[in-house]
């Protein structure tokens, strides 16, 4: 080999060895510490410089791993990592085989989709208040949601909810169902925790305690399902605890009253909240509402002004969860009304318990509403072929079967019983008898 061969390997070799020796030393710095100390009778090892320092100060070793008569001669030896034992074993040419830390978590994506569906095979018994419900049985998909949650931070999340409706009405011709925006809102946590919501967004009047009837897919609460307020409303809502322990708030909410429809008008509605919970336990909610009408409507039968207050009651266990709530709301008369129509007055009562049985396998539920007046907005009601010329009661009663969490069936019944109206003929009772399914991801 000649002198000028020899010279290249030479410096390719130096070369290579100069790599490797960069790259073992930040390796080296990063992973491969190590530090023996014996005390005790029992042998510690660290892979974090820090955690040694300590040890050798303090005689703390903190969170560490302990492996019985794994040492040379049978001593215990406690690593402060995964990656500390597999070192020191190896170095010592001990036959131990100490696994890998677990992988972390993937960190969760900022955003999440999600939705239910819900629906009956139905039959409706042959005498209703509506003849079109008459003897009607078949099947519906009473409802579909599909959700895009968004996490922009940790103070600021939003919401964007397509929903889907069946034919409720039964009227002609039949239709597919036609999505619409259900929920549309931004929401900023700020000042601690207190919240403002702006958007299309849930109405104060039955959020919570559609939350803890817990049975939508079964029934609506009753302002939701007899008309007397909207599920949703466009504006914005200031929300938050009152004490340290969250079991008081409070909630403003400045809306349209449009429910998720554009305004048309310059009419407005404010709602304002107080809640005490101790979940589980004791519950209660007072519910303060006004809405502005057009005071000269068109027709000018219609009445103008409303004064809403509710409050509910409940309390709720595991194994299950009772609630009564009462709701008046007075409807003020138009300016323009003729001279025979008065402020009218509405009370609506209603009282629910469901038993969950263990493992979440059976749930049973019953319920009892009481319309104390004719309704006039029931007319209307998908589903739901109510009568509007008297007061009445309905109940509802039924079971549930889990075949997974979120994933449930069961038997139900709704019957609505009519009181002898002031004038006119009584309308026949409404009787459905249904088996609904409901699932959730």
Partial sequence: MSFSQFARRALRLAVASLVLV???????????????????????????????????KSGEMGVGITML??????????????????????????????????????????????????????????????????????????????????????????????EVNGNGRLVSPAVSATPFVKDAYLRWTFHGRQQLTIGIQPSLSFEYIEGFWGLRHIEKTP???????SSRDTGFTVAGPINAAATMRYA?????????????????????IFRYEKNPGFAFEGLWM??????????????????????????????????????FQKREAADNAPATMEDVDLHIYSGFGVLELPRKKLSFYLRLDRYDDPCADCGG?????????????????????????????????????????????????????RFTFYWVW
């Fill in 290 to 327: 006004h809405g502005d009408r057009n005071p000269n409507p068109t027709p000018n039968t219609t009445l103008a002004d409303r004064e809403t207050g509710q409050f509910f009651v409940g309390y709720r266990k595991p194994k299950g969860r009772v609630g009564f709530q009462y709701t």
């Fill in 381 to 433: 009601i998908a589903y739901f072929p109510a009568a509007t010329t008297a007061a009445f009661t309905t109940t509802i009663a039924g079971m549930e079967y889990f075949i997974l969490p979120s994933v449930r069936v069961g038997p139900n019944v709704e019957y609505t019983s009519y009181s002898d109206p002031a004038t006119g003929t009584k309308p026949n009772n409404m009787s459905v008898a």
């Fill in 22 to 56: 960069m790259v073992a030393v930040p390796a080296f710095s990063q992973g491969l510490y190590l530090k023996e100390i014996t005390k005790d009778g029992r042998i510690y090892v660290f892979n974090i410089e820090a955690n040694a320092e300590r040890f050798e």
């Fill in 252 to 272: 403003y909410q400045f809306g349209n009253e449009s429910g998720n429809n554009n305004e048309v008008d310059k009419f407005k509605v404010q709602r304002a």
């Fill in 223 to 229: 302002l939701d399902l007899y008309g007397t307020d």
């Fill in 69 to 162: 008569a794994a040492g040379p001669n049978g001593e215990t030896v406690i690593g402060d990592n995964e990656k500390a034992l597999q070192l020191y074993f190896f170095k010592h040419n001990l036959s131990v085989v100490v696994p890998d830390p677990p992988a972390p978590a993937p960190a969760a994506p900022p955003w999440r989709i999600s939705g239910l569906v819900f629906g009956d095979y139905y039959y409706f018994g042959d005498s209703q208040p509506q003849a079109a419900f008459q003897g009607q049985q078949g099947m519906w998909i009473r409802r579909g949601y599909f959700t895009y949650d968004h996490t922009f931070s940790p103070a600021v999340t939003t919401r964007f909810r397509l």
